[in-house]
């Protein structure tokens, strides 16, 4: 699966999942899910996506 691909997947989910909460129960949960998303979302950029040694792309996701 393409990197761009997953990564607009993952934030594709959290968005919805935020507005979704937003409409039916908005407060707490609403900004728990908003931080928690991007919380997660920068651990995946950071130690997934990238080699935290050299900041550098991982292989997998280096354009070909």
């Known amino acids: 699966m393409n990197g ?3 990564d607009a997947s993952l934030v ?3 968005l919805g999942t935020f507005l979704i909460v937003a409409m039916v ?3 707490v ?3 728990l899910i908003a ?3 991007a919380v997660l979302l920068g651990w995946y ?7 935290p ?3 550098a792309l991982r292989e ?5």
């Open 4 to 6: 761009k691909l997953i």
């Open 12 to 14: 594709v989910i959290w």
């Open 25 to 27: 129960h908005p407060g």
């Open 29 to 31: 949960a609403n900004l």
């Open 35 to 37: 931080w928690g998303g």
């Open 45 to 51: 950029n950071t130690l997934v996506r990238r080699d």
């Open 53 to 55: 040694k050299t900041d």
């Open 60 to 64: 997998r996701w280096q354009p070909r």
